[in-house]
């Protein structure tokens, strides 16, 4: 399948889930090629993923944590031309 290459930001609005949040990042640090963690000061804090893998391993990764109960994640996924 083809790989691709993409970034996901993650909201963490409660964390009462972000042990969790953590648990599926490792599962899934096969495909994370860096992050970047930003606390801020409203109570809000935000992670960054740059990731490269299949849309299949991408999407299992975003949409566990999209269930997770107070937090929000977006993605986006480019072709990686090195692999065509």
């Known amino acids: ?4 290459i993409g970034t ?3 909201q ?5 889930n ?3 949040l953590n648990e599926i990042i490792s599962k899934h640090s096969h495909i994370i090629i860096g992050r970047q963690g930003l606390p801020r000061s409203n109570g809000l804090s ?3 993923l740059v990731l490269e893998g299949t849309t ?3 999407g299992s990764l975003t949409g566990q ?3 997770c109960k107070g ?3 977006k993605s986006v996924l480019l072709k990686n031309k090195n692999h065509e």
């Open 1 to 4: 399948m083809e790989k691709r």
């Open 8 to 10: 996901a930001l993650i």
């Open 12 to 16: 963490i609005e409660n964390f009462e």
């Open 18 to 20: 972000v042990q969790l």
């Open 46 to 48: 935000i992670i960054s």
């Open 56 to 58: 299949d391993e991408i």
């Open 65 to 67: 944590l999209g269930r």
């Open 71 to 73: 937090i929000q994640i």
